[in-house]
């Protein structure tokens, strides 16, 4: 870190690909130290930090070190990265740049985004309170990239008017002082793969490292979030416990994605927060109203952004103060919204404990350079305080605690049936798509039901025989009115004092017909299509008992799965309507309810 005379070194960051050799020069003079990533098919799989304060390494001694770091799994060559091939048909894609007189900076950000393939669809830049038309002349150097003005100092302002502006189906959002890679736009929509996912984020590594705020801001600060991709979801929810959910990891507001619809889900960002107002956090609030109500995020490390840290010890200093204050209040407004126990004993228990143990440590004489920042850490999560408290007003609208989604129970099962114990006994339920019956007859012996409904549309879709399924339908042999004969007699056979209706034909204008909240359970298994699934889910939601569950198969995770469908329609429902998926099993089955 310090060079000979005790005044601080730059760090060289060297990035290496695969075995790509390491620069032939020796390091130039004066850095204390080399930081090295290493990266593989275009994306970056770990890092490493030399201090050359004991021993001064070359490239090639750096690098070989870098990579006998890592397991032989991550040093095998791979043929291809997933973010490299593009479907044909994609999202539309809008990046959102939001700028404070840096008309600079902002320059070289569009440069980047010029280097950008795929190339976005738009690019919009929101010009924050300026002060002059510095940035409006920057941006008409940028051929197609549009000028928005929002008059109202605050980050989050500027991206709400971004997000009003974009017309894109995925929002991107980068700062001023970052440079997107080529493959920033092909790594993010690679996180949006799984339909349940409505933000990204990506990795975010420094630019340069040549002062001593940036090395600390790197060091302890990092927006780094990992090599490993994350998806964010109830068992991330779950895993918080009492504490508050820390919704802080997913990811940098200097590299983040999000989905139209997460927008038209949760709202845009609080202006309460961030740069210009409390301070910062305004970013990780939005994913946590995501995270709190059932929605997913997604860290995807193919997404990179290299990102210029504050250069001077004053702005940085100024910058923890502003991270701390806007945690602070951010904690205060999750509070308020959703009523998390978790984020209170996060500001009163767990913040006060910590800074009393650094103080402690350096009054002992403890100088370690993360404590440099205590005071303005102290200070910030004070003031963040005082601004909520001064614009309670404000988050009126916002107060009503919402139940947080419940993480699904896995079970393994030696047979399928054995899944229909969790079903209530002698209730009312139904099953839609029954095909042969034997299903039907274990649904039966399982649950001795009050009464059961079983609705196939047997010749009514297929005609005379089904088509050729394999053997699961006799390749093509099998009559779909002996298939409704074989339900006819394994109902008999297990039906008990039970009241069975079997009907032929489509199950949705079916149970159209039954009576709101009459059904205790039901049993999906039909076409197994995304459409007709979110089809079922709607008249289900009003035809259960608010204590009912909602169950079926082919829980397919594999996205090109032709029975994946199930899947999106089911956590897509879920996340909309406020119901969770609360049990899986080893046999594609799972089960959803209500969220209380």
């Known amino acids: 870190m310090t060079g000979n005379n005790g005044t601080f070194a730059p760090w060289y960051v060297l990035h290496v690909e695969f075995a790509m050799e390491a620069p032939a020069s020796p390091f130039p003079d004066g850095f204390g130290g080399v930081y090295v990533v290493l990266w593989r098919s275009g994306r970056p799989v770990a890092d490493a930090w030399f201090s050359f304060e004991n021993e001064r390494l070359t490239p090639a001694e750096a690098v070989a070190r870098a990579w006998a770091k890592l397991p032989p799994v991550q040093t095998a060559p791979v043929v291809a990265s997933s973010t490299n091939a593009l479907p044909a048909s994609r999202p539309t894609v809008s990046v959102v740049v939001c700028s404070r007189d840096r008309a600079e900076t902002l320059a070289r950000a569009l440069t980047a985004i010029g280097r950008l393939l795929p190339a976005p669809d738009e690019v919009v830049v929101v010009d924050n309170a300026p002060i002059n038309d510095a940035t409006q002349r920057c941006v008409a150097r940028f051929p197609g990239v549009r000028y928005v003005c929002e008059p109202r100092p605050g980050l989050d302002r500027a991206r709400n008017a971004g997000i009003k502006t974009a017309t894109g189906a995925i929002i991107a959002f980068t700062d001023d002082d970052a440079e997107v890679h080529p493959a920033w736009i092909a790594g993010l929509l690679a996180g949006f ?27 302890y600060w990092s927006f780094n979030k990992g090599f490993e991709a994350r998806t964010f979801d109830a068992s991330f929810v779950a895993g918080a416990g009492k504490g508050a959910i820390a919704a802080w990891e997913v990811g940098a507001g200097a590299n983040m994605a999000f989905h139209r619809d997460a927008f038209e889900a949760v709202g845009l960002f609080d202006e309460r927060l961030d740069v210009g107002a409390a301070g910062c956090s305004g970013d990780s609030e939005i994913w946590y109203r995501l995270l709190a109500q059932g929605r997913h995020c997604r860290y995807e490390p193919a997404a990179v952004v290299f990102h210029h840290h504050r250069g001077d010890l004053v702005g940085f200093r100024r910058q923890i103060f502003g991270y701390m204050r806007g945690h602070a209040a951010a904690l205060l407004v999750q509070h308020e919204r959703y009523g998390h126990a978790g984020n209170m004993r996060r500001l009163l228990r767990e913040l006060p404990a910590m800074y009393a143990g650094r103080a402690w440590r350096i009054l002992k004489g403890d100088r370690h350079p993360s404590y440099g920042s205590l005071r303005q850490e102290i ?10 408290l001064r614009h309670l007003r404000l988050g009126r609208h916002f107060r009503s605690a919402l139940p947080l989604p419940r993480p699904p129970k896995r079970y393994e099962y030696q047979d399928r049936a054995d899944f229909l114990a969790m079903l209530p006994k002698r209730t009312v339920g139904a099953e839609l798509g029954v095909f042969k019956g034997e299903f039907s007859a274990g649904i039966l012996r399982m649950t001795t039901p009050e009464a059961l409904h079983l609705v196939d549309t047997w010749w009514t879709e297929w005609g005379d025989t089904y088509p050729d399924w394999g053997d699961y339908t006799d390749f093509g042999r099998l009559g779909t009115k002996a298939a409704y004969e074989q339900t006819l007699q394994a109902v008999a056979a297990e039906r008990g004092d039970a009241k069975v209706i079997v009907h032929v034909g489509e199950d949705v204008a079916y149970l159209e017909s039954l009576a709101d909240g009459s059904l205790d359970w039901s049993y999906l298994d039909s076409s197994h299509e995304y459409e007709h699934t979110k ?60 969220r209380r």
């Open 193 to 219: 793969e799984n339909p349940g996912v409505l933000a990204v984020t990506g990795m975010v590594l420094p630019a340069e490292l040549q002062t001593q705020a940036q090395w600390l801001f790197e060091t």
């Open 379 to 388: 200070f910030g999560c004070l003031s963040g305080v005082g601004y909520y």
């Open 535 to 594: 089809q079922e889910l709607e008249v289900l939601q009003r035809k259960t008992k608010p204590t009912g569950v909602i169950t079926g198969h082919d829980w397919q995770e594999d996205p090109a799965h032709i029975h994946h469908g199930v899947l999106r329609a089911v956590t897509e429902f879920c996340a909309t309507q406020a119901w969770d998926v609360i049990a899986l099993d080893n046999h594609l089955q799972w089960m959803i309810q209500r």
